[in-house]
T-cell receptor, first 108, second 114 residues
């Protein structure tokens, strides 16, 4: 099955700073890479996704970049706000596996 | 639309008891999934159903059974609960398969096995 490694496991930033979370995968056939956000006590929800024919995708303060050669993709959050505090999960094709998650804390 | 609905939201069982978690979606999705979430372990796939009438094992299927009752409903059964099955369980659905787009999750079911 697909192995999805996610780093870091925890990340603390000051409000207004940027945050970057990285995931690596092993299956060259992977072609779809979503990111989910899970606030405390709530369900995971999709925030952005990218397909393998695109190198970068942006949605306001959130962006995802994909490097197929190196088999990694990253979530970038700019101008972080306290409401960005949550656990973020990446995923990749293959057994529908998720990364272990990154707990982001944005300090006001 | 209610989206994905799970019941019950909370349950406490004794070791060896059995129970069924119910899941229903009203989005006419073909694919449905059951995940468990443990601290520091992320979301791990237990079973999935790519379409009505089919079910397949995921990453951690031992100790569980599933039934795709119809297109809307996908249940998860614990025949003989063990403390290691204490977890939060999430049901999810998607239009068709994991690669086709968003997974819509239910609110989760918190299960404690004593």
């Amino acid at each position: 099955g697909e192995n999805v490694e996610q780093h870091p496991s925890t990340l603390s930033v000051q409000e207004g700073d940027s945050a970057v979370i990285k995931c690596t995968y092993s299956d060259s056939a992977s072609n779809y890479f979503p990111w989910y956000k899970q606030e405390l006590g709530k369900r995971p929800q999709l925030i952005i996704d990218i397909r393998s024919n695109v190198g970068e995708k942006k949605d306001q303060r959130i962006a995802v970049t994909l490097n197929k050669t190196a088999k990694h993709f990253s979530l970038h959050i700019t101008e972080t706000q306290p409401e960005d505090s949550a656990v973020y999960f990446c995923a990749a094709r293959g057994d529908m596996r998720f990364g272990a998650g990154t707990r982001l804390t944005v300090k006001p | 639309n209610a989206g994905v609905t799970q019941t019950p939201k909370f349950q406490v069982l004794k070791t060896g008891q059995s129970m069924t978690l119910q899941c229903a979606q009203d989005m006419n999705h073909n694919s449905m999934y059951w995940y468990r979430q443990d601290p520091g372990m992320g979301l791990r796939l237990i079973y999935y159903s790519a379409s009505e009438g089919t079910t397949d094992k995921g990453e951690v299927p031992n100790g569980y059974n599933v039934s795709r009752l119809n297109k809307r409903e996908f249940s998860l059964r614990l025949e003989s609960a063990a403390p290691s099955q204490t977890s939060v369980y999430f049901c999810a659905s998607s239009v068709q398969g994991f690669n086709t787009g968003e997974l819509f999750f239910g609110e989760g079911s918190r299960l404690t096995v004593l």
